[in-house]
């Protein structure tokens, strides 16, 4: 289960939510690791590649003073759920600016966290350009 830990008599006990901090420093060290972490090929040599990059980014995360220890798969859960919710907004903010009916399209709150996700993963947001499509 995602977000709990086993304690010494083998009780799945619930892992504190993660602070601002920790989700900053979990971008910070995806970036730094996200030529193997959002590698697109799926071989036996790429997921090895990938695992040990998670393994070694939960062993830097810990390191970190004040944070939660926490598993590569807490820690891979969390930058999943954040990929999604920055896809989102953006999708979102896409939305508004198409829109039609006249007026002025509502705002979409971005973080300098969705901004950095937006860095890594530049194509999956943005999407691919088309020469030959009228639209932005």
């Given at each position: ?10 009780v799945n006990k619930r892992t504190t939510n993660f602070s601002q901090r920790d989700i900053d420093i979990l971008v910070t060290l995806v970036r730094k690791h996200s030529a193997f972490i959002e590698n ?97």
């Open positions: 289960m995602e977000g709990y830990q086993k304690d010494s008599n083998d697109k090929k799926t071989d036996a040599v790429t997921w090895r590649q990938k695992e040990e990059a998670w393994n070694n980014l939960t062993e830097e995360f810990n390191l970190h003073e004040g944070v939660v220890p926490r598993t590569a798969k807490n820690l891979k859960v969390k930058f999943d759920n954040i990929k999604k919710t920055t896809k989102k907004k953006f999708a979102n903010e896409k939305q508004e600016i198409f829109k039609t009916g006249g007026g002025s399209c509502s705002s979409v709150e971005i973080t300098s966290t969705d901004l950095a996700i937006k860095d890594i993963l530049t194509v999956g947001i943005t999407g691919l350009s088309n020469l030959y499509d009228s639209k932005l």
